[in-house]
Every structure is written in structure tokens, then in C-alpha cells.
């Protein structure tokens, strides 16, 4: 075994019960985390006997952006049962609003060989479908060993990355054996496998699917009926998926804006569940009136911020807002999806920081549907230029909608690489 890959697998023993026992602790404050706990050593992945293709996505957005992909699946396949892993329990339950009983949601294994052979024994899949970058040695070496085909679907790879994995050598390199085929965003994502050790032959590129966002016309119906009950009427912008550092600038915004505007609502939807008590917190030493999603009451008139203290509605309250401030760009986190808002005609606001996101932002800014702000002063500019010109809010929100429009097809793309694949492997075992 080569030096390299034996001092991973040393590694991973060691960081796996590390992995659990954090797990557990946040267990402690959140019932979500201690849900499905042995699924983690790859316990529990059977979904009924029959060979199931099997579609993982590591959290919330990633969840969400295979919605369009997954229900493709199951109209191509409408006999053959689907599975989907998560590594979060936001991932976990995004998929479970999403898809229902259609299909079964599991957690990934930690990347132990023992647990990553008792997940592909029980999940049996004829297909493995791995959303963006989740390069996971053992997993795709049992893959590999099992002749299961592995698709990384609308993949994606930093500059940064490319350097990072070729460190490594041979341990990544080696892991893009013939049944492993890149489905990339970009050109230049393409270019960046082949430099990590894909073979040209099997990169293709085909695009990003969170073009493909589907919007449901309930979704839309819901939000109009939750901005007339819980707001009524009143101005709204949503921050969604804010992260640490960036609450502050967000409510320094805020309080800028409400000068001009004094019925503006904020809705602040923090990224991850386990901040809403500190987010609550600060709130309270913030000096102004807000109220909790989860109390369930409509927002009352002298509250000027609405925590959205809730997993799974981050959608709808996008499509109840006049605005949309997408978080983690204030932030060098990298952004998170802008589409989302975008695609439901809602003019959309970012900061710098869109690294996770680069080609989507450039897109969106080239079409005027999104603005790029710089910290909490251009924030609060831009919030008061765009409530006062409604006419203005409407062609930023229609050019948004204009812009995924025109870039979708991802998917089908996608669904064809991906039946290719699965009769390829058919036939190479029939052979």
C-alpha cells in the first residue's frame, strides 16, 4: 500500500470517533444531530432489496440544487428506488421536505473502510451520484472494487483546491479510476480535474444544474398568502443563510434603512440551526423589537426583525420578500446559492465573497439581476435606493428570471451521462 494511503486510512480511524463524539455533543442541544447516528458507520442504507441508484449531496444547498435532478431520476427510473445521503441535518431534512417517502435519505458514512463496506453492502447501488466535489478515497476505492459507476455531477474545483489535492499525490490522483466520470460545471473546472489525474475521456462538461431550480407554483401561491396573513403589506427584505461576523452588518443595515423606510421588516435566516439561540442573543442587545418564526404568531406591527428560527422555508420566505440579501459574501465564506431567490423574481443582493458560486454571480451581475455590495454601509444604500423604485425592484427580479431561464438544460445533460453510465456497467456485467 502506498505510504500515502496507508497514513490516510491511519487518519481516518482516528478522526471518526472524533467525528462521532461532536456529533453527539451537539446532540446535547440539537435532537437532530443524535438522529440516525448509526447510519454514520454505514449502518441502516438498505432501501428494500432491490438496486437502488444512490445520489449524495453533503448539506442544504447542495439538497436542494439536486432537486431537479432527483425528480429526473424518477421519471427515467420510475421502478428503481433512489437513495439519498446528506453529511447535515439541514441536508437531512431539506431532502426529506423535498422528496418525501419518494425516496430514502440517510446520512454518508465517515469514510472508514468498514463503515464505507457495510453502506454500498446494504445500499447495493447500480449508480452512484456525487453532487459538486466529495472526494472520499475509500468510498470511491469500494466503488471502484464493486464496479459501481460514479458520476460527480455538476462538479466543480478551485484553483486553491488544485493545489491542495495535488499535495497529496497519488492518493487523490489514483481515485479517478474508468468506472469515475466527471460531469463539471466549466471549462475550466474540466481543466482543473484533468490536472488532479481525470482522464480527458471521461470529463465532460455539462454545466451547473442550479439553473434547473424548480419554483412550484404552491411555493409561490404560499408566499403571496404568508405576505398578506404574517406581514401584511409591509416592505421586506430577507437575509438568508448569514453566518458569524455577518448579523452585525446586516442589522447595522437595517437600522440605516428604517429611517427612510419605518415599516421595513427584516427576516433574518441565520445559515445554520445551531446559531439561532446566539443570533436570539444578539438580537436582544440590538435594541430592536423582533419576534421568532417558531412561535407560530403572525408578526406583530412594532416588530421591526422577524428570526427565521425554522429548517426548510428559506424559499418561501424569499418568495414573501420584496428583497433578498444572500449571506456568506459579507464574509469570506464564499457565498451560497443567489439562484434561488433569483428564479423567484426577487431582486437579489451579495456581497464580495462568492467563490462557491463565481461563474452564477457573474452571470446574474452581467444581467443586472443581482448587485454586488460591499459591507454594511452599501448594504443599507442600495436597500434604500431599491424600496424607493418599485419599478426598479421589478426589472431587477424579472431580469433574474430571464437569466436562469436561459441557462438551464443542466439536467437533462446530466440524465443522459448518467443513463449511459448505468447501461454501460449493465453490459459490462452481462458480459
Known amino acids: 500500500m502506498p505510504g500515502m494511503r496507508r497514513l490516510y486510512g491511519i487518519l481516518v480511524r482516528l478522526a471518526a470517533p472524533l467525528a462521532a463524539a461532536l456529533v453527539l455533543i451537539r446532540g446535547l442541544r440539537n435532537a437532530a444531530y443524535r438522529e440516525g447516528f448509526a447510519e454514520r458507520f454505514g449502518f441502516g442504507a438498505a432501501v428494500g432489496g432491490a438496486r437502488c441508484i444512490w445520489l449524495h449531496a453533503v448539506s442544504l444547498g447542495e439538497v436542494t440544487a439536486a432537486a431537479a435532478l432527483v425528480r429526473g431520476l424518477q421519471r427515467r427510473h420510475p421502478s428503481t428506488p433512489i437513495l439519498v445521503t446528506t453529511a447535515t441535518p439541514t441536508g437531512r431534512a431539506k431532502a426529506r421536505s423535498l422528496f418525501g417517502s419518494t425516496v430514502t435519505v440517510r446520512y454518508l458514512p465517515y469514510d472508514t473502510p468498514g463503515a464505507v463496506a457495510r453502506f454500498l453492502r446494504g445500499a447495493n447501488p447500480c449508480a452512484a451520484i456525487v ?44 481515485l479517478f479510476t474508468a468506472n469515475v466520470t466527471v460531469a463539471a460545471q466549466s471549462a475550466e473546472d474540466a481543466d482543473r480535474f484533468a490536472l488532479i489525474g481525470a482522464a480527458a475521456a471521461r470529463i465532460h462538461v455539462v454545466g451547473n444544474v442550479k439553473f434547473d431550480i424548480e419554483v412550484p407554483q404552491s411555493l409561490l401561491e404560499q408566499a403571496h398568502a404568508l405576505r398578506l396573513v404574517s406581514f401584511a403589506g ?16 446586516v442589522l447595522g443595515a437595517h437600522r440605516a434603512l428604517l429611517p427612510a423606510v419605518p415599516a421595513a421588516l427584516l427576516i433574518l435566516a ?7 439561540g446566539r ?7 440590538a435594541g430592536l423589537r423582533w419576534a421568532r418564526r417558531s412561535g407560530g404568531q403572525p408578526v406583530p406591527a412594532e416588530a421591526t426583525v422577524l428570526l427565521l428560527d425554522s429548517i426548510g422555508e428559506l424559499g418561501l420566505f424569499y418568495g414573501a420578500a420584496d428583497i433578498a440579501f444572500v449571506g456568506g459574501s459579507l464574509v469570506p ?5 443567489l439562484l434561488e431567490p433569483a428564479a ?14 463565481r461563474e452564477i454571480a457573474a452571470v446574474l451581475s452581467a444581467a443586472g439581476a443581482a448587485l454586488i455590495v460591499a459591507d454594511a454601509a452599501d448594504l443599507a444604500a442600495n436597500l434604500v435606493a431599491l424600496f424607493g423604485d418599485a419599478a426598479r425592484r421589478r426589472r431587477i427580479g424579472e431580469a433574474g428570471r430571464a437569466a436562469v431561464y436561459t441557462q438551464r438544460g443542466s439536467v437533462g445533460r446530466l440524465l443522459d451521462l448518467i443513463d449511459a453510465r448505468i447501461a454501460a456497467a449493465a453490459d459490462g456485467a452481462g458480459g
Open 131 to 174: 453532487m459538486e466535489t466529495e472526494l472520499w478515497p475509500n468510498l470511491l476505492q469500494h466503488c471502484a472494487r464493486r464496479g459501481v459507476p460514479v458520476v460527480l455531477a455538476s462538479a466543480r474545483l478551485s484553483a486553491r483546491s488544485v493545489s491542495t489535492y495535488r499535495r497529496f499525490g497519488s492518493l487523490f490522483r489514483d
Open 234 to 249: 409591509r416592505p421586506i427584505w430577507i437575509a438568508g443563510s448569514t453566518h458569524a461576523g455577518e448579523e452585525q452588518a
Open 270 to 276: 441565520p445559515r445554520h440551526p445551531d446559531r439561532f
Open 279 to 285: 443570533v436570539a442573543a444578539m438580537l436582544d442587545g
Open 333 to 337: 465564506v464564499g457565498g451560497h446559492n
Open 344 to 357: 423567484l423574481g426577487v431582486p437579489v443582493l451579495t456581497g464580495p465573497s462568492n467563490d462557491n458560486g
